[in-house]
């Protein structure tokens, strides 16, 4: 038997903002449909129209390179920078982020997880 030891880093990339109608363009069509439900939503909550501002929490994705001790880990900084990682999906919306009892499933890979770990950079 092959075990293999991968970690991952899910971290808060920052807020992006993105135009009330480009935001579906830079999802793809396969968000659009929700993405445009979810804008109309919010117009007719909070009086959004075309062409406004709309700021939305990224998400970031990672498999850290190396696996690194606690210790380490806080010492380099937390989130890890890009040189310590592998991005495998940027940009992410919480609602991409679809977690399982087995572990979670991002843009349609499903990673299973032994554990997961809360971290703050602080």
């Known amino acids: 038997m092959v075990m293999l030891l991968l970690r991952f880093e899910l971290c808060f990339a920052g807020e992006k903002m993105f135009k009330a109608t480009s935001v579906c363009q ?6 659009e449909k929700s993405l445009t439900h979810d804008l109309h939503a919010s117009n007719d909550e909070k009086g959004l129209v075309d062409g406004e501002s709309v ?3 990224a998400f970031r994705w990672s498999r850290c ?21 592998e991005v495998l999906a940027d940009n992410l919306e919480w609602e991409d982020i679809n977690w399982t009892s087995t572990g979670v499933v991002i ?11 809360f971290m703050s950079p602080n």
């Open 26 to 31: 830079a999802h793809g069509a396969e968000t």
């Open 55 to 57: 700021v939305i929490d």
């Open 65 to 85: 390179k190396n696996i690194l001790h606690e210790t380490k880990m806080i010492s380099i900084g937390i989130p890890l920078p890009l040189e310590h990682v």
């Open 107 to 117: 843009a349609g890979k499903e990673y299973h997880l032994a554990r997961a770990r």
